[in-house]
């Protein structure tokens, strides 16, 4: 047993006095022209060493090598692809006779990487596969020897067992640059600690890293324990935490957290995140979580019961701080490129969104959507409510029977189109649903929007709505692919109440009673003055069971009676008020006018008709409103102007949308009625009679008197 033991023991000493004598007697300086050759060889760069190489023995067979250097090919920015101020393994000696290769720590020291791509899309990476020597190593295999068949099979080799200690880079770093594309992204410092690197065990892991893209500026470390495994897909960290900052010109993001608690292949991944920083003038600081899931294929990314809570703040948003949250379910298809968001929660403050979207990358992005809202209400926001009631018209009717006030001067209309491009890069179609929308004080229910922007053109297919007592529904479709754009939209709002709308949208209080309106209306342009310059199309209007507010029409009688007489109208205090039962009308648009012939109005006691014009451009109002006292005393009006019964009494309306004028045209009243023609003459008949005597009926006096009234109505 002795003896046994002293063979043992003779053979490691002459183990070691061989490898001591290799140490002692073998420069490995002396491969340093073998080295770079094999290199230049295989790569067709250059390897140049400056620094020594050198090995240490016992306990371990250390190597390091000193300023090094891979060489990038002529024309690029930097000399060196790749260089290493120092490089340093180590090989315990022992395991080395039971088949086991026992690395200890890899250090390397002051590595810089050096990657380029010139304008021409040329890169110091080409080449380095190796592929142009495939053909010198194919016939360099085509003349070895072929082995002979009869011999007998080599026995297979013992693999060997590999471990490595650890890997540390110190003060590394990067450059990657893109000439073609403008872009640059560098590495100053780099350091990262890697424990024992051996499968089937949890280790430990360090880094900081600082570097900047561009013009962004970022700075990050963490650490996480990793356990390799020998199918490399499956590895997987554990309790990784990340803490970043980064800035440039605009952004500043002041701080991101990250923790998970594990990641890897198809395990549920739970991660808690934070961001806190700066956007030009807005700041935000945000907090969220969700659990991750990556499956064996890599083809199906999930994101479950996602929170995220921002609270921004910044002079530009509606209020100085608004809290925004969204939660859902996060899918992602790698295959098909599509992102899902089910089970979508989202709040802006006080307004809630839920519902779902899709999104399809590609050159031009597929976004889906079907999103719901109880309630939306614009003018609770800074700015929201810009009705007139601060900004208010002047009253219709202000002028009746004298002229029109001098309207505010107002700035001429814009011809400038709008910048539509950007719906030239869209495509997006879906459905929004609100349960009550408020805005500019108009209030409006059961909101359903079905519309789709694809590549320029836009299609609302459905727009209903419950508006004011009565419903509201609109198509239509909108092409900015030419210039300008062009336009049609088909419009029909039924049983609406008039006059709380007017009051909430305007301020005005003109028009009071039940309204449907229905329009067909088509363009081109969008500037403000081709959307009146050129709009064609009709609008009917159909107005039941209300009231003209600024306009008593019986009052205007009350003159025109008085007028016949020669006496001025007794003023009575009242509304100035008409009312009817029916109000219709169809009016025509185009060239800049809105024509109408046939608009109505039936009224107690009363019948009227107008025709005329507004000049869309001008804003100005040419109208002939012709009023007819009907076979009744009940109504508006009464017993007093019964005496008027088969009159027509025409008005004039003029002015402006601002400042209507109305006014009784004496003239026409005087022309156009025969019942008032004959009530004239005998009015002038008796009172010839009481000043002449029998002279009245002389045929010279007569004469005159038939000249006198033909002067009048004429």
Do not use: C
């Amino acid at each position: 047993m002795k003896k046994l033991l002293y063979i043992l023991i003779g053979l490691v000493l002459l183990v070691v006095v061989a490898i001591g004598a290799i140490v002692a007697f073998i420069n490995p300086n002396d491969f340093k022209p073998m080295i770079a050759d094999e290199v230049k060889k295989a790569t067709g760069r250059e390897l140049v060493i400056d620094g020594d190489i050198s090995w240490r023995f016992w306990p371990s067979l250390g190597l390091s090598v000193e300023r090094l250097a891979f060489k990038n090919p002529e024309g690029f920015a930097e000399p060196d692809m790749l260089k290493l101020s120092k490089a340093e393994l180590s090989v315990a000696v022992m395991p080395l006779l039971s088949d086991t290769l026992d690395i200890g720590l890899v250090s390397l020291h002051g590595a810089h990487v050096f990657i380029q791509t010139l304008p021409n899309g040329v890169s110091n990476l080409d080449g380095l596969s190796g592929e142009q020597n495939t053909e010198t190593t194919s016939s360099e295999n085509n003349t070895q020897p072929t082995p002979d068949a009869s011999a007998p099979a080599d026995e297979p080799a013992k693999a060997w067992a590999i471990s490595i200690g650890g890997l540390e880079l110190l003060d590394a770093s990067a450059t990657v640059r893109d000439d073609k594309t403008h872009t640059s992204s560098e590495i100053s410092s780099l350091n990262l600690t890697i424990g024992k690197l051996e499968t089937g065990v949890w280790v430990p892991i360090e880094f900081d890293v600082v570097g900047k893209q561009d013009a962004l500026v970022f700075s990050s470390k963490g650490d996480a324990e990793a356990m390799i495994d020998k199918e490399i897909m499956k590895s997987q960290l554990r309790t990784l935490t990340l803490e970043a900052s980064a800035n440039d010109a605009a952004t500043q993001l002041e701080s991101f957290t990250l923790k998970a608690d594990r990641l890897g292949i198809a395990i549920p991944m739970v991660f808690d995140f934070a961001a806190k920083g700066k956007s030009n003038d807005m700041s935000f600081d945000a907090k969220g979580k969700t659990t991750v899931e990556v499956d064996e294929a890599i083809s199906l990314i999930t994101a479950k019961a996602l929170e995220l809570n921002t609270t921004v703040a910044g002079k530009s948003l509606p209020r100085p701080e608004m809290k925004i949250s969204m939660g859902g379910d996060l899918a992602f298809d790698n295959k098909a490129q599509k992102l899902s968001l089910e089970n979508l929660k989202t709040a802006v403050d006080e307004l809630n969104f839920d519902g779902k979207a899709s999104v399809v990358l590609a050159g031009i992005p597929a976004i889906r959507f079907d999103v719901h809202s109880p309630k939306i209400n614009l003018d609770t926001f800074p700015g929201g409510n810009t009705t007139a009631a601060e900004d208010k018209p002047a009253a219709p009717g202000g002028s009746q029977g004298g002229a029109a006030e001098k309207p505010a001067e107002k700035k001429p209309l814009s011809d400038v189109e709008p910048d539509l491009s950007a719906l030239k890069g869209l495509d997006i179609a879906g459905k929004i649903t609100i349960d009550d929308f408020v805005a500019s004080n108009v209030e409006v229910r059961d909101v359903i929007a079905d519309f789709a922007v694809n590549r320029g053109k836009v299609d609302v297919k459905q727009f209903d709505a419950k508006l004011y007592g009565g419903t509201i529904n609109v198509k239509g479709k909108l092409d900015a692919t030419v210039s300008p754009a062009r336009y049609q939209v088909k419009k029909g709002i039924r049983n609406v109440n008039v006059q709380p709308l007017l009051l909430a949208a305007a301020g005005q209080d003109m028009l009071a009673g039940k309204g449907s309106i229905d329009a067909n209306v088509s363009g081109v342009g969008l500037s403000e003055k081709r959307l009146r310059t050129g709009i064609t199309g009709t609008i009917a209007i159909n107005f039941a069971d209300g009231a003209i507010n600024g306009v008593n029409i019986p009052e205007m009688i009350r003159e025109a009676k008085a007028t016949l007489k020669g006496q001025r109208a007794e003023y009575v205090e009242e509304t100035r008020k008409t009312d009817f039962s029916a109000l219709t009308a169809t009016f025509n648009l185009g060239k800049g006018i809105a024509s109408t012939r046939n608009m109505k109005m039936e009224a107690p006691a009363l019948r009227v008709r107008s025709e005329g014009q507004t000049n869309l451009v001008k804003e100005d109002l040419d109208f002939e409103v012709f009023v007819s006292v009907v076979g009744t005393s009940k109504g508006q009006g009464g017993r007093d102007i019964d005496e008027l019964k088969d009159v027509t009494i025409p008005v004039k309306i003029g002015g402006t949308w601002t400042a209507p004028s109305y006014n009784l045209d004496v003239k026409a009243l005087l022309t156009s009625n025969k019942v008032l023609e004959e009530k004239a003459r005998k009015e002038a008949e008796r009172g010839l009679k009481k000043l002449l005597g029998d002279k009245a009926g002389d045929d010279k006096v007569k004469e005159a008197a038939d000249k006198l009234l033909k002067g009048l109505f004429n």
